[in-house]
């Protein structure tokens, strides 16, 4: 049986082949979409951002570290793009569309129930939707995609220490609102 | 859907080519270079701003009066700070990405770039770059923009009284006896200098040169006492003191 490629062997073969930079679409474009739909609360939107994802990843792949991992370095362009979504659409974002991602994130019932085993996933996903940006991305790359602390900071590109006591931050918060948002 | 947005990303990516590592390794050396040009820069500033202090610490020791810390200030090189801040906060963002330097925490980095801009300081203190910097024509330009009034070089502090006086020159007689022409143009700060009168004595900072100093500030040390290691102790003098004594140096 043929040994499967790592990532970051796809990586650099890409630059010759581009059919192996297809296997990398076919391993992480829906869990790229799905990161992107958390990070911007819109999941009509998140398929366009992530084609750009994977374009900008596929044209600048000769600049990937192998030291790194791969999938740290696709994230950081996914973050990079959300940003550049939130950034651009700050003004219009309605939460409304957050109904859509619970649809199609209703698999990840599992990972919810990490955060708080009492609420249902709607709940957390509304909340999440109102806390910082910052926060809420952290909160996803940790508990929903399952980071590393060097995974999250190589994708966040901050300090490794200030990780802990961020998500620590994030997570008050969080229960804040779920608490308020019950009661209501 | 997923395998709908799988084909449309290879669609997209069809045609294309991904960037040479030439392009990569261009950018990431334009950076680096840019990097060190900008730690040389902050280097000289800390280099320029160094001595100014240094001057301004051994001046202001000699500016007379209750106004020491108003006239003090005048000095501060307050453009070179906000360009020696603006530099390092550059630095601090383009040493944060290189390599995986972006994993230390905030104060690490800020006191890398601190220690290695100390240490290149002291190297250049060494080996004499800094004395020759500041003492070439450019240096002496920048040296002497900063500060408005600017701190001149050390020790170009005059006290003596007033043998003779006009609009734009006044004879003063230093305490070893030497007569300088204080030179007194528009820039001069001489907020005192139009009611000094023969006889007062005067505090100069300026730029000497021979017998002459081309003064920046001029303050009067009429309600100061002569001896200067009783200063704080305010001895009011009148201000006609060596009208109605004499110079009693003489």
Not at chain 2, 92 to 116: A, H
Request: aromatic letters at 12%.
């Amino acid at each position: 049986m043929k040994n499967k490629k790592s990532d970051e062997e796809l990586a650099i073969l890409s630059l010759k082949d581009k059919e192996n930079f297809s296997q990398i679409v076919n391993r992480y474009a829906s869990k790229i979409q799905r990161y992107i739909a958390r990070v911007t609360g819109n999941w009509q939107e998140s398929e366009d951002i992530t084609q750009e994802v994977f374009f900008k990843a596929y044209v600048n792949i000769a600049s990937f570290n192998p030291k790194l991992k791969f999938s740290s370095w696709l994230y950081r362009i996914a973050h990079n793009e959300s940003v550049n979504y939130i950034k651009k659409n700050y003004r219009t974002r309605n939460v409304e569309l957050n109904e859509n991602i619970n649809y199609d994130l209703s698999d990840d019932q599992k990972i919810f129930e990490k955060i708080d085993a009492k609420h249902n996933s709607k709940l957390v996903q509304k909340t999440l939707m109102e806390l910082p940006p910052r926060d809420r991305e952290i909160i996803n790359l940790v508990f929903f995609e399952e980071k590393s602390y060097i995974e999250v900071s190589d994708i966040l590109k901050m300090p490794i220490n200030s990780i802990g006591p961020t998500i620590s931050r994030a997570k008050n918060k969080l229960k804040i609102l779920i608490k308020n948002e019950s009661k209501t | 859907m997923n395998q709908k947005l799988e084909e449309k990303i290879k669609e997209q990516i069809k045609n294309e080519k991904p960037r040479s590592r030439w392009y990569f390794l261009t950018q990431d050396l334009s950076r680096d270079i840019l990097l060190f040009i900008l730690w040389i820069f902050l280097v000289i500033a800390v280099g320029f701003f160094t001595n100014i202090l240094i001057d301004f610490q051994l001046n202001r020791l000699k500016v007379p009066g209750p106004g020491q810390f108003f006239t003090s200030f005048s000095f501060f090189p307050v453009e070179l700070l906000i360009i020696i801040t603006f530099l390092i906060v550059l630095i601090y963002y383009l040493f944060r990405n290189i390599g995986f330097l972006y994993r230390l925490s905030s104060w690490i980095i800020i006191v890398l770039i601190f220690c290695s801009v100390f240490l290149g300081y002291f190297v250049s203190e060494a080996i004499g770059a800094n004395k020759t910097l500041i003492n070439s024509t450019i240096g002496q330009q920048i040296y002497n923009r900063q500060g408005r009034l600017l701190i001149p070089g050390r020790e170009d502090v005059v006290v003596g009284i007033i043998k003779s006086v006009s609009d734009d020159v006044a004879e003063v007689e230093d305490y070893s006896g030497k007569i300088w022409q204080v030179l007194i143009a528009n820039e001069t700060d001489r907020r005192e200098f139009d009611s000094f009168a023969v006889g007062e004595r005067i505090w100069v900072l300026g730029e000497k040169a021979g017998d002459k100093i081309k003064a920046q500030a001029v303050r009067s040390m009429r309600n100061q006492p002569r001896n200067g290691s009783m200063r704080g102790k305010r001895i009011l003098q009148s201000p006609s003191y060596y009208q109605i004594y004499g110079n009693h140096l003489n």
